[in-house]
């Protein structure tokens, strides 16, 4: 008879390609799982790994029998969850990844909803870039449903088995501190743009760079006080009169006093927001999750 526990782990060793990623994932030594892969090797007669000095690359056959563990691991699951129903004690759990202004505005409200506040169900959720929560969408991955932007032209490389669902567009705004005098939605002229100090978005980021793009094209050179992953950092730092920054809108539902929008015709950027699904997810509370994340205010009135 097969281990599951083999099966569970060949799975993340195709996922994340070595035993030693796999092992860490799973809390094994890299000479466990390669003892574990031996025996499922052994017990199903099937070459799953091309062994070298330095490397392990699984076959074809592992790649397939892969996605067939997968799919046991899954019926394992829910036969689990269906004997556990019926003792009254199921509990169904939603992985949710999504970037911070997303879980600082909107997934605080959404949690607080009795859909998912009932006993039966338990949304998990990550906090990160769509850097690193894209990769956990994959199949066999630790997310069901991700809550990305995009920013400009950039692409979001997505994995296979993922769909997509449209949430919205988040404009980015010019702001700056009160105290220099501008009032809200006064006019800011690229001149002056080009004399005052800048926090921007850490370099190397997709936004970041876009809107390096978009201020270069503009003609604008920034002198540069501070850089910033956090928005409401940012935020901070302009009411305190340290300079002026592009503000996504829903990062700015809490401003701080002293903060004030500018216009400046010349620089336009939006981030696209969306829902990304793992078609191995849970589909009835992906469906209702997406649905809840479109009738938040935040998104129904972008």
């Given at each position: 008879m097969l281990n599951l526990n083999h099966l569970r782990t060949l799975v993340e060793v195709v996922r994340l390609g070595s035993f030693t990623a796999a092992g860490n994932r799973l809390g094994y030594t890299a000479s466990a799982v390669s003892q574990q892969m031996a025996a499922l090797e052994k017990d199903t007669n099937v070459r799953l790994f091309v062994r070298s000095a330095r490397s392990v690359h699984?076959?074809?056959?592992?790649h397939a029998m892969g996605q067939q563990a997968l799919k046991l691991l899954r019926d394992a699951e829910n036969l689990l969850a269906a004997g556990t129903a019926a003792?009254?004690?199921a509990v169904r759990e939603l992985r949710v990844g999504a970037f911070p202004s997303v879980a600082t505005f909107v997934l605080s409200q959404i949690v607080e909803m009795p859909r998912w506040q009932a006993p039966s169900v338990q949304v998990k959720i990550s906090i990160g870039e769509p850097?690193?929560?894209v990769p956990g969408l994959r199949v066999?991955?630790?997310l069901d449903v991700g809550i990305v932007y995009q920013v400009g032209e950039s692409g979001l490389a997505l994995p296979q088995g993922v769909s997509r669902h449209w949430l919205g567009e988040d404009p980015y705004?010019?702001?700056v501190p009160a105290a220099w005098g501008f009032t809200e939605g006064s006019r800011m002229s690229l001149e002056a743009l080009n004399e005052v100090p800048w926090i921007l978005h850490l370099r190397g980021s997709s936004d970041a760079n876009v809107i390096d793009f978009v201020l270069a094209n503009a003609g604008l050179h920034p002198r540069v006080v501070a850089s910033s992953d956090d928005f409401n950092a940012t935020l901070r730092l302009i009411a305190a009169g340290h300079g002026v920054a592009m503000v996504p809108q829903l990062a700015m539902v809490e401003r701080p006093e002293g903060v004030v929008e500018v216009e400046v015709p010349e620089i336009a950027l939006t981030r696209r927001l969306m829902a990304?699904?793992?078609d191995d997810a849970p589909a009835d509370l992906s469906e209702n999750?997406?649905?809840a994340l479109r009738n938040v205010d935040e998104f129904r009135n972008m």
């Amino acid at each position: 008879m097969l281990n599951l526990n083999h099966l569970r782990t060949l799975v993340e060793v195709v996922r994340l390609g070595s035993f030693t990623a796999a092992g860490n994932r799973l809390g094994y030594t890299a000479s466990a799982v390669s003892q574990q892969m031996a025996a499922l090797e052994k017990d199903t007669n099937v070459r799953l790994f091309v062994r070298s000095a330095r490397s392990v690359h699984p076959t074809q056959a592992a790649h397939a029998m892969g996605q067939q563990a997968l799919k046991l691991l899954r019926d394992a699951e829910n036969l689990l969850a269906a004997g556990t129903a019926a003792g009254g004690n199921a509990v169904r759990e939603l992985r949710v990844g999504a970037f911070p202004s997303v879980a600082t505005f909107v997934l605080s409200q959404i949690v607080e909803m009795p859909r998912w506040q009932a006993p039966s169900v338990q949304v998990k959720i990550s906090i990160g870039e769509p850097s690193s929560v894209v990769p956990g969408l994959r199949v066999g991955g630790e997310l069901d449903v991700g809550i990305v932007y995009q920013v400009g032209e950039s692409g979001l490389a997505l994995p296979q088995g993922v769909s997509r669902h449209w949430l919205g567009e988040d404009p980015y705004k010019l702001v700056v501190p009160a105290a220099w005098g501008f009032t809200e939605g006064s006019r800011m002229s690229l001149e002056a743009l080009n004399e005052v100090p800048w926090i921007l978005h850490l370099r190397g980021s997709s936004d970041a760079n876009v809107i390096d793009f978009v201020l270069a094209n503009a003609g604008l050179h920034p002198r540069v006080v501070a850089s910033s992953d956090d928005f409401n950092a940012t935020l901070r730092l302009i009411a305190a009169g340290h300079g002026v920054a592009m503000v996504p809108q829903l990062a700015m539902v809490e401003r701080p006093e002293g903060v004030v929008e500018v216009e400046v015709p010349e620089i336009a950027l939006t981030r696209r927001l969306m829902a990304l699904c793992a078609d191995d997810a849970p589909a009835d509370l992906s469906e209702n999750f997406v649905e809840a994340l479109r009738n938040v205010d935040e998104f129904r009135n972008m």
